[in-house]
């Protein structure tokens, strides 16, 4: 799985800033964003 939209609105929500790199390193908490929003996927049937 491509975690493309989720890292894009994790950076619009973190920074602003939808299109890494920005220029002020990786989004806060990316790996705790992916893992919530599988879980979220999971918890839809859609995983």
């Keep these: 799985m491509g975690y493309d939209f989720i890292d894009a609105v994790s950076g619009m929500v973190n920074r602003g800033f939808h299109n890494p ?3 002020t390193g990786p989004v806060d908490g ?3 964003r992916r893992a919530n929003f599988d ?9």
């Design 39 to 47: 879980k979220v996927l999971k918890a839809m049937g859609l995983l």
């Design 21 to 23: 790199p920005c220029g």
């Design 30 to 32: 990316g790996p705790e």
